[in-house]
């Protein structure tokens, strides 16, 4: 892979000792956010968004919060008590929090006391970790919960980043505002597509065991597919600019009516972050800053709305997330580019339960009015994501490196 | 059963004329209005609703503009060409219409004028149908989809018009505001719950193809069941007190995070359409008017935020539509009461392809962000539910006549 | 005068008996309605906007809440105790009222009811007038009050049902949807308009104590007048026109900042209710159905925002409100035709005091973010205005008939 | 007086040179920023805010884009082109601008590079200054304008960045988050409020042509006076709390209209930045951070609806524009603590002219729907007042350092 978001994999390693992977995983963060100033990490450029700076706090709020005060309280002391306060995500049951609206008026703690902040609790979980022969188990089972909670984080960070920079008309000239000088779009898979022919039958869904995995993932389950075929390559930008050149952001019949509406009110005519050039072609940003918009590359910043319409206008579908988990690695561009939008709500796997207390909030109360990704992106922290990896987003979102795959019932 | 909506089913007799059917249904709209004033015949109490006279319209538009104007064009004249435009509901392929956020600005063609229409129509349809040799039963199936849109249309307009009503502080007093005087909800089944024990495995889902079916329910294909408990009753209002006085309503851990959010900014502490008595019940407004909330009855309008939070508290689940659907039969409370929320997304059936053209606007393009709900309810026109019948409404909507029974993983 | 709005004035004849006058009011109001089908009186077209049939029981509460029930309440019977809630529009000192932006969800009472409230009164009103020796004329005051409240709500309920009739498509074609069929405008007054030298100085203003007048036109007072010209004719359709043609809608000088974002966000490119023919000229409507827009008509449905823009355009500007009242007699065009927008801020004349009570929310209490119209219009019920009269809207309103004449500093 | 914004003044020596007076206020701007972050000078916490460092550009702009290019454009190099587009406030003239609204979203220029592009200017402008004879006077006048230009944003910058830190949970606890450590509130005027008896009559109103004014404080003109008496002191917070203890905020006959629905909407109970101490006492937040509401200090951040409100709970009313700049010279209190609120809507004088072209865009077009205030702040620039200064706000806003004297009529 060609991009610069890899140096610091803990999971490069087999296997890493815990310390190991959590300096890996906290100091990635910080070299994601090294290029940034403080005024680029104060700002919060829409609701979804979050700022860097919050990023990097929230991230360290969740090991203060779920494993140093619970398993290290007589020994450790928090930071800032306001902190539980201002750094809480969406955690109902550890009490009120700061309004997620309006992270972006904290201007303090600056960037560098967050530095501090972080430096605090890695010192702690250092102790602990150290400390702590963790008999059963569980300090791993926590603290490796903490990193992938953080990696999704590094992902949100640059996607956030991207966003709010987009929105700055300084990104749109010369080399633009780049989220990590020097970061580039990994090469897209060689060869044309061709659509693997899947018989269906029953097929076993969800996490093995193992390794990390999140809640959501599991049980694993038998679940029936139809046969069908699917795509071994991604939707590119020249697939895209023909579906823009044939109309297809213009053609009611292709939507789905609440995407339609969407797309008419927020004048929808390209992708997320593409602007025209003036020259008849598109110019996009990256996390490395502005450049063209490279038809070969699979496209990115689509909403479901708009992947489930050029499906419809490329004579197929988007494919279930049980389709795709089921020939992940057929596909050789399943990692690494885009997510990918599936045909699947998100919905809770048969006999599903949510962990009890206040991290069992982490992934169950949004299954609801969201579809399913697979796969992973170019934004994503290397070792993050897995074939059974559940990813999700609300139809509308176009700020993720979200793209697609196409599917036929056969 | 006990209610008024019975009395002019299209589908008591078999095999009832197409001119027979087409008459009962067109009459059963015109008797679910009779008891309205112009006055209530006009509003539009909320965006989700109609009024009761667009009803009468639109429905009457839906055979002019399908099956009168393709048909008959030469002989047929349209009553007023406008109408075209007033009255399409959502087909994108039929040119501009009169925006729906604003139907209720509408006051001429006024009631009278819309019985006139009805009228004008009827004498095409019926010419058409006595003259139309029908050789390849492309009418009769046109026309059967024409009624089965106007039954849907009939239960809107009752509890559109009860949503109406209940803005009204005249329907919280005395007898209410009956939409329909007379109407009574039907008794509920007799005895206690109890907990069906399914054993999963493949079952056959969708319409079996006897009879008319709606393209949303095709095709016929296998689907995996997990092991399921499934109860054999609906949750009653008795339940439901038990789980408002248990804090059901303040308590965020039971919540989807969208449905705390909607729950708490909609300031929700009950059902739709309850309200306190003043000497510690509640009462409610049904489509008979007023009435003391009866802890016997199915808990009816609630959204499947409330039905899904309720499940939970319960230490249950929502059934799947597929559960539903293999189970109907075994359930003597499936049809007439409420209608049942599932944990099934909306989403196309394996190989669903929606009709080519505008009528194909029917039920594909609303495939995304809703929950299917089986059964049918006690505003449903007889005739017109059956087994894989599916209904389908966004999470948050309550003004429909909506309740749940709940399952277990086994 | 041409219109037809004029049969029932009370204060035609020197001097009418009380109940005379309360008669004709009431009548008139009726006259007003008449032609409106039920429908029609039970929507509200926008906020600003009430039904009908609104209008109709709101002037009738008016007198049952301020004189029948403070003055005969011991035989006095209310019609419908939960009137007193439907119908107080802003009478915070009355108690908890239905809010104003839903008036058009209240289809009961109907209007045959309205009409039965209003016989009701009209009854208890003239029992109590013809029994009350009324020796300190507190009940004439009152009465009349009343009835010059009800011409208040004349005037809205025609300019409100032109709102909403023209929301209506078919009030774009053929006759349109008449609201009094057969009005039509007066005829303007004839000849050029030429200026006015007016030499400023002192002047008393405010009303001089004969007749009725509001409390917002005492006391009277002095005021300085500063040297300036006056138009003698009111703006008319043709010079809107060449102020249209002239880009005056796009040209971002002439207007006050809040109006160029209110003209722009609302795409404002002609006065309210005017729309192309189609073949190069505009089309409006008036009470009296749909017609083409007269050039020599004074021009009406324009914002404060237009006017000043338009007079800015002009090389002129508004002229005050004490200008216009001193010059008022010379002014041939100054009732009958259009409200005229002044440069004046709708502020309390020194020594300006509410009367205590309810009823001192009458006028007071919107001493703020309004301008003054003065002058009448052609819906204004005849014998309702006055030299000294004080109308007020926001500077971003048009749906009343609001124009303008010009004034010069000198 | 004892706070620090003073040590800057460019008029406090007779005469100054330009050069001298465009340094010290430049300095000025920068002096009050120099204890705020990168991170704090970024964000907008409302509409109505800028950011710190936007208020240190535009201001900037101003100079480049009204005085260099104009005078020197041979010679000046902009500092960068897209600054003309990032940083005009409100000029229409001037062409397209960044959205007010998402000021806050502009990361970049940082804070750094903000700080060289005004030395750029700074350069040019000495250069310009020393180079230019100026026959005529208008380089003079052009650049004392933008000197006070700056000087306006100088107080918007400490009253947003106020408002903005308000926000963070940090501010309310220990010394808060001062804007300007140091910062104290002058001491308030002793002695008991006495009422002026002033008996009115014709006086001269307007800037008398000495020295430096808006354009809104001409032409000097003839106004009437009635007879009134005005309080020789402004209302103090002990006078406030006991309005808040009578049930001021809950006692709609106090208010205007729109007042009482702006206050119940916002839940307004006290001034804007205070908050209950826990100990029955109130808390509040000033440029020097955080401490106890003093009793003795006259009321700030109060809007025109509270102030009226107040004056109307206390017997009085709120005195007129003429009013008090007739009596400027008798109030000891008129300058340097709170601007006053007047019922004298913003209108322009009788004569009033803008000035041509794109700068004539200072005042008038916010002529309409604002209110004047008189007299000047604690967070005033020294020497910026003066006796004829029009300042003027929204009847709704709060965030700008507003109080008021009392008015009665005689």
């Known amino acids: 892979m060609s991009h610069s978001l890899k140096p610091a994999s803990f999971s490069a390693e087999t296997p890493p000792s815990l310390l190991r992977s959590f300096r890996a995983v906290r100091d990635h963060t910080e070299f994601l956010a090294a290029a940034l100033m403080p005024e680029d990490q104060t700002i919060q450029s829409m609701p979804d968004a979050s700022p860097a700076k919050w990023h ?17 309280g007589g020994r450790y002391r928090p930071y800032d008590e306001a902190f539980s306060f201002l750094f809480n995500s969406y955690y109902e049951a550890l009490g009120a929090r ?26 702690g979980m250092a102790a602990l970790i150290e400390g702590d022969a963790d008999a059963d188990g569980s300090l791993d089972t926590l603290v490796t919960l903490g990193l992938h909670h953080e990696q999704q984080h590094q992902e949100l960070l640059v996607t956030d980043m991207l966003h709010a920079f987009a929105q700055n008309p300084l990104a749109w000239r010369g080399d633009g505002l780049p989220v990590i000088p020097g970061w580039r779009l990994p090469a897209p898979e060689p060869g044309e597509a061709r659509f693997l022919q899947r ?8 996490h093995d065991g193992q390794g990390f995995g999140f809640d959501n993932e599991f049980p694993r389950h038998q679940a029936l597919l139809q046969p069908h075929a ?5 939707v590119r930008n020249a697939d895209w600019l023909r579906f823009m050149a044939d109309g297809g952001y213009r053609t009611a019949s292709l939507w789905m009516s609440d995407g339609w509406a969407t797309a008419t009110r927020e004048e929808w005519d390209a992708p997320l972050h593409w602007r025209p050039d003036g020259a008849g072609g598109w110019l996009t940003v990256t996390p490395g800053g502005l450049g063209a918009v490279d038809p070969e590359q699979p496209v990115r910043h689509v909403s479901w709305y708009e992947a489930d319409a050029f499906a419809r206008w490329a004579g197929a579908r988007l494919p279930t997330e049980h389709e795709l988990e089921a020939a992940a690695s057929e596909l050789p561009d399943f990692h690494g580019h885009v997510w990918q939008w599936t045909n699947s709500a998100y919905l809770p796997y048969p006999g599903f339960r949510a962990v009890p207390g206040a991290i069992g909030e982490y992934n169950g109360k949004f299954m ?12 994503t922290p290397p070792g993050h994501a897995r074939r059974s990896y559940r990813n999700f987003f609300q139809p509308e979102k176009r700020w993720q490196c979200t793209g697609l795959r196409l599917a036929r019932d056969i």
């Open 230 to 234: 699917l795509s071994d390559r991604l």
């Open 199 to 206: 018989p269906g039958g029953l097929a076993m869904i969800g």
């Open 98 to 123: 700061y309004p997620r609206a309006t992270r972006g008026l904290v201007t303090r703690p600056g960037v560098e006391e967050v530095g501090r902040y972080r430096a605090h609790v890695d010192r």
């Open 56 to 72: 990097r706090a929230h991230t360290t709020w969740f090991f203060e919060q779920f494993v140093l005060l619970p398993r290290d």
């Open 368 to 379: 609801i009015n969201q579809m399913v990704l697979r796969g992973s992106s170019s934004a």
